[in-house]
């Protein structure tokens, strides 16, 4: 079985845009439900819908891959889920190892997608002696005394730190220097790697705090408009009024002011 040492997807080398990568993985998720539905093709309208883009950039994406569709058919769904997958190198396995099995580790040792995505958690590490040969999703924990053992006989290049903040550093370290070349990064700290290391980033408080930049924007566009009809009503009503002053009597017939003899 080929591991994640011996194979690399080849995006970079053609020279598909970062971008790009970064949305495949939505393209694959909206691709595998329709799958799931036994959906045979799909326009690039409905999944670049699905996806949450335009389809436009659905298309020029797709056509990094050399894939085009056909007029008036669409793509072919199970068609599409295996070159996405294998340009994301999911057609192969890849070891995973955890470090930091707190509740966030031990929820992602837990969750049921890895397999199902062409990864394999290999093995669970945690700093704490207490925690060595704990089981955590059928896994035993191993300490972290052993990590650079572990990184080599399961042939790793793919490392996620799930430590606190002041560990995650030398753990980074520690993961490159025997041999990780891809970490996904959920301590909320900036990671400092050498070249040829890549670094994804899951920060929930500043994510958290995009969504609360958002929610208090809508607060104060709402707060906005409701005082721009209160002022626009206040200045009607000042209007009218400034308007029946500045009116002279009409006379009997509307339009023409009454005129009292001399």
Not at 37 to 59: C, D, F, Q, Y
């Amino acid at each position: 079985m080929a591991t994640g040492r011996t194979h690399r997807p080849a995006t970079r080398s053609r020279g598909i845009p970062e971008a790009t990568v970064a949305r495949l993985p939505l393209y694959l998720r909206a691709l595998t439900a329709l799958s799931e539905r036994s959906v045979p093709t799909v326009s690039s309208e409905e999944l670049a819908a699905a996806a949450g883009v335009n389809s436009a950039k659905l298309r020029k994406d797709f056509s990094y891959l050399g894939s085009y569709g056909t007029r008036g058919v669409g793509y072919d769904v199970e068609y599409l889920v295996y070159q996405i997958s294998r340009e994301l190198g999911l057609t192969q396995d890849w070891p995973v190892v955890i470090v930091g099995i707190g509740n966030l580790g031990a929820a992602l040792a837990n969750y049921g997608g890895f397999a199902s995505r062409g990864f394999r958690v290999a093995a669970l590490i945690d700093a704490d002696p207490a925690m060595a040969g704990k089981p955590v999703a059928g896994i035993p924990v191993q300490h972290s005394d052993d990590l650079e053992k572990i990184i080599q006989d399961n042939g790793v290049s793919i490392g996620v730190i799930a430590t606190p903040a002041g560990a995650a550093q030398p753990v980074c370290d520690r993961l490159v220097a025997a041999g990780v070349t891809s970490i996904l990064n959920f301590a909320p700290t900036v990671l400092s790697v050498p070249d040829g290391v890549d670094v994804r980033k899951v920060d929930l408080s500043i994510e958290l705090q995009i969504l609360a930049f958002h929610e208090q924007r809508k607060a104060g566009e709402e707060a906005a408009g409701a005082e721009g009809s209160r002022g626009e009503s206040s200045r009607a009503e000042g209007a009218g009024s400034v308007a029946a002053a500045a009116s002279p009597d009409k006379g009997p017939d509307g339009d023409v002011p009454a005129v009292m003899p001399a």
